[in-house]
């Protein structure tokens, strides 16, 4: 588990370079990915379901980006577009089934892998609403907690 937290992490900054992120903040981006990474691999190897991993996920990465977002200084996209990248491939992958079912005739793989693309990205985007529905004022509060403990 810790070797896909720094794989997760590598790969969330590899991402958060690509897409021009400033450089002081690339290590919150590769922490926000690989956290909310950890959150998934948590859950669903605990058997919550790949629907309550994702969802828990990006709920998790959400409040991470809110919180360096506030501390830093910086837009949350910043942070939630390279973090979302490690939740995202899989349900490309099962996309992807999907189609080979379809093409192949396979009616009953492709439903089931079709209906599980919906519901991991459906699972992604309530994350990230419920992230964002919680009031700005509490993340407006840290950096003037930050500013008062040094």
Not at 49 to 70: D, E, P, Q, Y
Request: hydrophobic share 55%; charged share 10%; net charge positive.
């Amino acid at each position: 588990m810790i070797i896909q937290f720094i794989v997760c992490f590598l790969a969330t900054l590899s991402f958060a370079i690509i897409f021009s992120a400033p450089k002081r903040q690339l290590i919150y981006c590769g922490l926000t990915g690989a956290a909310g990474w950890l959150v998934y691999l948590l859950l669903f190897h605990n058997n919550a379901g790949i629907a309550v991993a994702n969802l828990a996920a990006a709920f998790t990465l959400t409040l991470m980006s809110r919180i360096f977002a506030a501390l830093e200084r910086h837009p949350v996209t910043v942070y939630l577009l390279a973090g979302i990248f490690p939740l995202v491939p899989g349900a490309g992958l099962r996309l992807g089934y999907a189609r080979a079912g379809r093409i192949m005739d396979e009616m009953e793989q492709f439903a089931a892998k079709g209906a599980e693309t919906i519901i991991i990205a459906g699972s992604i985007v309530f994350g990230i609403v419920f992230g964002f529905s919680l009031p700005q004022r509490i993340f407006n509060a840290l950096p003037h907690m930050k500013l008062q403990q040094k």
